[in-house]
């Protein structure tokens, strides 16, 4: 039997134009996803866009599994790249199992799927995500591999986000991250969104 996170499904979830920050719902199963990801190297270099077109991200390397132009507008045909899947069965069905909680969860379909690296020593510097879809998206961290000196800052309330459980960031706040350690720090990013928005929603398999 997959384990799964009652916790998730028993938490009304609120708006993003609420008056909060980060919302933690519970500790979800990452064992084989940990041992996967933990010995990236390559993988970590197939794509390197995001930290080479994007300041804020300069500092990071990115695993896309699932992804989309978030520029494409919330009123139009909205594509959702399905891109590639872990190696291992058992890491796959602990992805598919925190996919399941959060559509669950958010009432909607994921869109975005991807572990994102952030280096030793390093910072993430204050942003807000912007574009139509990212602002009805809801934006969930899962930490894989993660230590106390990596530190959240949202809307000035200071966070460490815990390896092995799920939280739901409010990304339209301004936010920053700090790895203050000397070591490398592994989050799965999930943008889940909303069934309302999801009648002209596809999928695609890149290969």
Avoid at 10 to 18: D, R
Avoid at 39 to 45: D, I, K
Avoid at 150 to 166: P, S
Wanted: proline letters at 2%; charged letters at 25%; a neutral charge.
């Amino acid at each position: 039997m997959i384990w799964r996170c009652s916790i998730i499904l028993n938490q009304k979830i609120i708006s993003k134009k609420e008056d909060w920050n980060f919302l933690d719902f519970g500790e979800i199963k990452i064992n084989k996803i940990y041992e996967e990801v933990t010995r990236f190297y390559s993988e970590w270099l197939i794509d390197t866009s995001r930290q080479n077109f994007f300041e804020t991200h300069r500092h990071t390397f990115s695993y896309e599994m699932m992804s989309m132009d978030y520029m494409t507008g919330i009123d139009l045909p909205l594509v959702c790249q399905i891109k590639r899947s872990l190696v291992s069965s058992e890491s796959n069905i602990e992805l598919q199992n925190i996919y399941d909680n959060l559509e669950q969860l958010v009432n909607g379909k994921i869109i975005r799927s991807e572990f994102i690296s952030m280096n030793p020593k390093s910072r993430i510097r204050t942003h807000k995500d912007r574009s139509d879809i990212l602002y009805v998206a809801r934006r969930f961290h899962i930490p894989i591999k993660t230590n106390a000196g990596v530190i959240f800052i949202t809307n000035g309330e200071t966070r460490h986000l815990e390896q092995g459980r799920m939280y739901e960031l409010n990304n339209i706040k301004y936010h920053s991250v700090y790895n203050n350690s000397d070591q490398d720090r592994i989050h799965l990013i999930v943008d889940v969104l909303p069934k309302k928005y999801c009648n002209r929603l596809e999928y695609t398999n890149e290969a």
